[in-house]
């Protein structure tokens, strides 16, 4: 959804976190247009390559997932220095810079207003994607640490976002909708919902009836990652066709996540990340 206003511009590239590497890997924001417009190509071959979204026409003909919110919000990008290029990014967007675009991308396909009532400062996560040749350990790992320092530099009392199921056929995750519906779905006052326009119930088979361990293994590792992180997930999952996806939204509070999760993905220069 686009505002429907001239935006107040947003004071991107002036945030810096500290030093998160693992060997050649580097996790650091965005501190250019080039930056930004690299983390737009990663995005395109993941997305729109990989995953079979379907591009606008500005999107195709640039091969960039372009988008105007990018302008409201920091990018984290992990960097293979090695082969000088960014191998994985996030983006982050604070109140602020919903205030100045007018909404959070989560807004397009989830009602948020409980999550936008939270006190404190909250975040939003979204477009997070890892090239598919660096999907491992250390590459996760600096993901999870770039977001726990920038939640610390800017006192983060909740983030939320969507996370995605590749494709659109709901009965191949069936075991993995039931389990977070059943086992992680969030409480009243923080329960987003799917809209009703492509709204998909997540409680397909009932509660004794959940196969955790298939579950387990239907389960995106970013979505298994919030989990663990003592996440929860809203009402209902988001069917978008243009995406090929299946979206459900993900509320982690900072003061829950589990101790184990905070310490193994914590800087000891920095304290607790989370």
């Not at 999550?115 to 996560?125: D, F, N, S, T, V």
């Not at 519906?181 to 009836?209: N, T």
């Amino acid at each position: 959804m686009m505002p429907s206003f001239a935006p107040a511009p947003y004071n991107r590239f002036s945030k810096t976190l500290p030093l998160l590497k693992s060997g050649n890997l580097e996790a650091r924001l965005a501190q250019s247009e080039e930056d930004l417009k690299a983390a737009q190509i990663l995005r395109y071959e993941v997305f729109y390559e990989e995953c079979g979204a379907q591009p606008d026409e500005t999107t195709a003909l640039l091969k960039r997932d372009v988008a105007l919110i990018d302008d409201f919000c920091d990018v984290l990008l992990v960097i293979d220095h090695a082969h000088n290029k960014i191998v994985g990014t996030y983006r982050f967007m604070l109140r602020e810079g919903a205030e100045r675009y007018g909404s959070y991308f989560t807004t397009t396909e989830f009602e948020v207003s409980k999550l936008m009532a939270y006190p404190g400062q909250i975040m939003e996560l979204s477009r997070s994607c890892v090239h598919k040749d660096y999907r491992t350990k250390p590459t996760m790992q600096l993901l999870w640490r770039g977001i726990g320092a920038y939640t610390q530099l800017n006192q983060i009392a909740l983030f939320f976002g969507c996370a995605s199921f590749i494709g659109t056929d709901v009965s191949k995750y069936r075991q993995a909708l039931a389990y977070l519906y059943h086992y992680h779905l969030a409480p009243p006052e923080l329960r987003a919902q799917a809209l009703p326009r492509s709204y998909q119930e997540m409680d397909l088979i009932p509660k004794s009836e959940v196969d955790k361990k298939e579950a387990m293994r239907q389960l995106p590792p970013l979505v298994k990652g919030y989990m663990r992180a003592g996440g929860f997930v809203g009402k209902g999952a988001f069917i978008d066709p243009d995406f090929n996806s299946i979206d459900v939204c993900i509320i982690v509070k900072r003061d829950t996540v589990t101790a184990r999760y905070s310490q193994r993905y914590s800087d000891p220069r920095l304290g607790e990340d989370f």
